[in-house]
């Protein structure tokens, strides 16, 4: 059974950086895309970006000053970091594999993070 | 790059078929066969329930189906039961690597 799991602070001071760390189990990350996704409070889901097995990667534009990612397949896991946080960046954030490479058929989904920013 | 629209909820009566819509652009929904929906219950992860614009993954039940017309997908629930009611998000790919949600539906039984 695959099984995906954030990682993180919970709690952020406003103008530093979020960073959070997603655990897979139950199969390998070669071949498949990952995501991160957020959902802000009373909002939708939002695409905040991608890295694929190579290291490859693709953001949000309205994030991309602000975001990288990072994949390591030997420890079967991926992170995301996201620079000079606002309170508008608090959010639950999701990780997520794409078993179809890209064409978003998000099959198995972390619980959720959830990340406060606030002094 | 714009979200998606969604209506904020939709209400429906038990044994009812309801349809979400979801409103993009050619750059998007229109663009590509590339529309997903997925299903979140309070307090836990979103579901896939659709993929590729119409496709069911195995163990989705067959009472969700979705379809398409130039920028505008439909998830449809037919035969609505208590535990359809959730919140409801469509996903396009959005060119060069993007990809776009809708800002989600209510759905209430």
């Known amino acids: 059974q695959v099984q995906l799991q954030e990682s993180g602070p919970g709690l952020v001071k406003p103008s530093e950086t979020l960073s959070l760390t997603c655990t897979v189990s139950g199969d390998s990350m070669q071949n498949y895309y990952w995501f991160w996704i957020r959902k802000s409070p009373g909002k939708g889901l939002e695409w905040i970006g991608t890295i694929l097995d190579s290291g490859r990667t693709k953001f949000n534009p309205s994030l991309k000053s602000r975001v990288s990612m990072s994949i390591d397949t030997s420890k079967n896991h991926y992170s995301l970091k996201l620079r000079s946080v606002t309170a508008a960046d608090t959010a639950i954030y999701y990780c997520?594999?794409?078993?179809?490479?890209?064409?978003?058929?998000?099959?198995?989904w972390g619980q959720g993070a959830l990340v406060t920013v606030s002094s | 790059q714009s979200a998606l629209t969604q209506p904020a909820s939709v209400p429906g009566s038990a044994g009812q078929s309801i349809s979400i819509s979801c409103t993009g652009t050619?750059?998007?929904?229109?663009?590509?066969?590339?529309v997903s929906w997925y299903q979140q219950h309070p307090g836990t992860a979103p579901k896939l329930m659709i993929y590729?614009?119409?496709k069911r993954p195995s163990g989705v039940s067959h009472r969700f189906s979705a379809s398409k017309s130039g920028n505008t997908a439909s998830l449809t629930i037919s035969g609505l039961q208590a535990d359809d009611e959730a919140d409801y998000f469509c996903c396009s790919y959005a060119g060069s690597d993007t990809w776009v949600f809708g800002g989600g539906t209510k759905v209430t039984v």
């Open positions: 997520a594999r794409d078993q179809g490479a890209g064409n978003l058929e998000l099959d198995y």
């Open positions: 590729e614009d119409n």
């Open positions: 050619t750059s998007d929904v229109g663009g590509y066969s590339l």
